[in-house]
Structure formats: C-alpha cells, structure tokens
C-alpha cells in the first residue's frame, strides 16, 4: 500500500466516523490515488485532479466530472495539512448541472407520526435515540450530520443553546433552543445514561454498543419509519429526512411572512442560524414552496404599488 493509499483511508475513515456518507467517495477516490500512484505524483496537484476527474467514461457527462472533482476537492484540503506541496482545486473548474429537486414539506401531524413510529422501535435505546433525533432536526432545522456530531459538553443547560463545531464550510455557529426542545434532550441524557452507563464517546446520540450514531444507520431507519407511516406515498417527491431542515426554514418564514415580519430584514437572522454560507443560500427557500412563494409575490406587489403612489 502506498503512503497516499494510507492517507486515503485515513480520511475516509475520519470522514465516516463522524457520519458523513461516503458510498462515492469509498468507490472512487481510491481510484484518483491509484491515478497519482501511477503518474508518480506525491499528492494532489490541479492538474492531476483535472486530468483525472475529465476521464472518459461509457456515458460521460459533467455531472460525473463534477462529483468526482468533489471528492478529490475534500481530499486535497485533507492533504494540504499534511502536505504543503499540496494543490486544491478551487470551486467552478468543472461546472455542475444539478437538478433542482422541491423539497418535501412535512406537516406538524407528519412529523408526529414519524416520531410515533420511532418510539415504537424494539429496544428502547434506539427508539428514544431516534426519535429524538427526529424532534431536533425538525426543531432546529440543523443539518443531520450536526447533530450527530454533537458531544454532551456542546450543550449549555443553563442558556439553552447548542455549539455547532466545524460544520459545512468549516463554519461553527451557537443554536438557541426553545424549553421544550432542552427539556426532550434532558429526557434523552436520562434514558440514554440509564441504558449506557458507560458510552465509548462523548457523543449526545449514541448506538446500542455505546459508539456515535452515524448517518447511514439514523438514514435506514428513517427509511423504515417514513414506509411504515406512509408518509409521502402519494407525493411526487420522496420525503428524505434532510427535508425537515428545509420544512424548518420553509415554516419560519412563512410564520414571518404571516404575522407581517419584513421577512427582508430577519432573513440573515435565518442565514446565521441555519449555519448557510451567506444569506443568498436562505434565498432559496422563497421558492420551495407554493404559498411561500405566493406570499411573497404578494409582498412585493404590495410594496411596489406603495412605491408607485
């Protein structure tokens, strides 16, 4: 095995313990080390990176140009702590055509059931686990990966706020809770203590053999509950469960928008809590859903009629 054949797995070993999927990233990125191996290249270079990522497949098309630049991308910024000869390739060398895909949008009754089914999980450690899971995301709209990264000593009891270490784009943000959202974690910490006494991590969620709870196991059961609910089973879009981070900012603003709020103003509000890059990413949740959008087409009719007097 080669040093960057080491480092690779390294990385993805690190990736995957703190629950990031990486089904892609396992398939292909020992692929570009074997590339580097065989062009005796020493670490990841633009070059290299755009040589590889533009190989020809049997359908080639720069949606796979572009995945496989992403996955090299968080491996060159891996490296470059490693290596200073290291080369990361910026942003935009291979354009991406993604497809914009609605998200689904759960009522409150939705959620509650998807809650309900969790509680109905065989053994109780898993059924508290994800079911409060559950609650959170839909509480706070964070990212799943950020709450399976949450440490107990990320928690403030005393203030009601969550620490948010190093997520998307290297940011960390504090996340105000309501009471309600405080009072279902303490609930979780007594029952999880109670049936593991003595966890392998620090971690607020834990697995029945005390270790973090990671992203693919918190996806197959949602994949569970959302069958047994059958919840979006007549809908055009399939529910995934990072749609109730989309279902959060979707509900915010449209409670904004309904009790009068210049949604114009409070909307970087949104941005800082949801942890986005800057305010144009918030933007697009204007557009999610049928009545946020009309709304908003309302207020700005509005404002332009008061403009035109």
Not at 20 to 44: K, M
Not at 73 to 98: C, K, N, Y
């Amino acid at each position: 095995m080669s040093a960057l054949s080491e480092t690779a797995e390294n990385y993805l070993a690190l990736r995957r313990s703190l629950g990031h999927d990486l089904a892609e990233a396992h398939r292909l990125l020992p692929r570009f080390v074997e590339y580097l191996d065989g062009i005796g290249a020493p670490t990841v270079t633009i070059e290299a990176a755009l040589a590889w990522a533009q190989q020809p497949e049997v359908s080639p098309s720069t949606n796979v140009w572009s995945t496989r630049m992403t996955i090299v991308r968080g491996f060159a910024r891996h490296m470059a702590g490693l290596d200073p000869r290291t080369e990361v390739p910026p942003l935009g060398l291979i354009p991406s055509r993604q497809r914009w895909r609605p998200p689904f949008i759960y009522s409150p009754a939705d959620i509650d059931a998807l809650m309900a089914e969790a509680r109905m999980i065989r053994w109780r450690l898993p059924a508290a686990t994800h079911e409060t899971v559950l609650g959170l995301l839909a509480a706070t709209g964070m990212r799943v990966g950020e709450a399976l990264r949450l440490d107990r000593s990320d928690i403030d009891w005393t203030e009601g706020v969550l620490q948010i270490r190093e997520s998307k784009f290297g940011k960390s943000r504090q996340v105000p809770v309501q009471p309600s959202t405080l009072a279902a974690l303490d609930s979780y910490s007594d029952i999880r203590d109670r049936l593991c006494p003595r966890p392998a991590t620090a971690s607020v969620f834990v697995s029945v053999r005390g270790n973090r709870l990671i992203y693919p196991v918190v996806e197959q059961v949602f994949g569970r509950l959302r069958t047994a609910t059958a919840i979006g089973a007549e809908s055009a879009t399939r529910p995934r469960i990072h749609d109730l981070r989309h279902t959060f900012a979707v509900r915010t603003l449209l409670g904004w928008y309904r009790a009068g709020e210049n949604v114009e103003v409070r909307l970087p509000r949104l941005s800082t809590y949801l942890g986005h890059r800057d305010p144009r990413s918030t933007y697009w949740y204007l557009s999610a859903a049928p009545e946020l959008l009309a709304l908003a087409a309302g207020r700005l009719e509005l404002s332009q009629g008061v403009i035109s007097r």
